[in-house]
């Protein structure tokens, strides 16, 4: 069993930078698969970004080279840096580990982007 307790989130205005921290309980971390989805009101959950136990990233198509997604298994952490945020980017922020067939979620961190 894992748990996931993401923090970070907050208001910012347009251009502004957050960061997103998710903390993970139990063992394996490192062989964990991460990622951070959003969920808009009225749309459906998509990828932000994602990281393989090996380092490797992903990121969804509108980011843009805005977000960076990182991970320090020494302290079970993912992180996601945001930067050039967009209203558009409001959303909760979740984290996510996938180790199959486990898969577990974060309750998320409320992002709202707005002047």
């Known amino acids: 069993q894992v748990q996931l307790v993401e923090s970070g989130g907050g208001l910012v205005q347009p251009g502004g930078s957050l960061r997103l921290s998710c903390v993970a309980s139990?063992?394996?971390?490192?062989?964990?698969?991460m990622g951070w989805y959003r969920q808009a009101p009225v749309r459906q959950r998509e990828l932000v970004a994602a990281?393989?136990?090996?380092?490797?990233?992903n990121y969804g198509e509108f980011v843009m080279g805005r977000f960076t997604i990182s991970r320090d298994n020494a302290k079970n952490m993912v992180y996601l840096q945001m930067n050039n945020l967009r209203p558009e980017d409001t959303a909760v922020y979740y984290c996510?580990?996938?180790?199959?067939?486990?898969?577990?979620w974060g309750q998320g961190t409320q992002v709202t982007i707005s002047s």
């Open positions: 139990g063992n394996d971390f490192s062989m964990y698969a």
């Open positions: 996510n580990a996938n180790l199959f067939p486990f898969n577990y």
């Open positions: 990281i393989t136990s090996d380092g490797t990233t």
